[in-house]
C-alpha cells in the first residue's frame, strides 16, 4: 500500500514545483511570434557586424576570390537588414541598435529603438566576432588579412545559419519564414567557398 501511495505524491511533487511555462506578451491572433521577433532582433545586428567585416576589405589587395565574396556578402546583407527592420516595424517591435550607423537610414527615428544597453556580447550571439578579433582583423596585413577574414565570416555564416534555421523550426511569419530560407540558401553557399578558399 505504502508503493501504491508514493508513485501519485511523486507526481504531486514534482507538478508543485515545476517551473511555471514562459508566457508570450504577443497575442495568438497575430500573424507572427516571439521566435519571428528573436529572429528578425537578433539577425540585424548579427548581419550588421558581416557588413562591418566586409568594410574592412576596402582599400585592401585582396585576391579575386576573396573580392567577390565580400562583395556577395554586401550585396545580401545590407537589403535583408532593411527587411529585418521592416518586419520589426511591422510588428511594432524595438529596432536594436548595432555597430553601423546607416543600419536602419531610410526608415527614420520613430522612437522604437531598444534601450537595452550594450550590443549584445559575441558569446551570447552566434558566430559573432569579439572586439578583440575585429581589432586583430583590422590589424592584419596581406595573406593573414584575407585567411583571417575567411574563417571570422566562416563562423559568422555558420551562427547565422543556425539562427534562421531556427525561425523555420519555430516561426509563423511568412515573410520572415521565408527570409530565413534566402539566408539559408545563400550562407551556405558562400560557406561552400570560404571553405574551399580555405583549404
Keep these: 500500500m505504502k508503493r501504491a501511495l508514493l508513485v501519485p505524491l511523486l507526481l504531486l511533487a514534482a507538478a508543485c514545483g515545476s517551473e511555471p511555462e514562459a508566457t508570450s506578451k504577443i ?10 521577433v528573436a529572429f528578425a532582433t537578433d539577425m540585424v545586428p548579427h548581419h550588421a557586424q558581416a557588413l562591418s567585416m566586409v568594410d574592412l576589405t576596402v582599400g585592401r589587395d585582396l585576391s579575386p576570390d576573396v573580392a567577390a565574396v565580400a562583395e556577395q556578402v554586401r550585396a545580401a546583407q545590407a537589403p535583408e537588414i532593411e527587411q529585418l527592420v521592416d518586419l520589426l516595424e511591422a510588428w511594432e517591435q524595438p529596432i536594436p541598435e548595432t555597430s553601423r550607423d546607416h543600419v536602419n537610414a531610410g526608415h527614420g527615428d520613430h522612437g522604437k529603438h531598444a534601450d537595452a544597453g550594450p550590443l549584445p556580447e559575441h558569446e551570447e550571439m552566434r558566430g559573432m566576432a569579439s572586439a578583440d ?14 585567411q583571417m577574414w575567411l574563417e571570422l565570416m566562416a563562423a559568422h555564416h555558420d551562427g547565422a545559419v543556425e539562427m534562421a534555421q531556427e525561425e523555420l523550426d519555430s516561426g509563423e511569419d511568412p515573410a520572415a519564414l521565408a527570409l530565413a530560407e534566402s539566408i539559408i540558401e545563400a550562407q551556405e553557399a558562400e560557406l561552400e567557398q570560404i571553405e574551399a578558399m580555405l583549404g
Design 27 to 36: 497575442p495568438e491572433s497575430e500573424p507572427f511570434n516571439d521566435a519571428d
Design 133 to 146: 578579433e575585429l581589432a586583430a582583423l583590422e590589424s592584419a596585413r596581406g595573406k593573414d588579412f584575407e
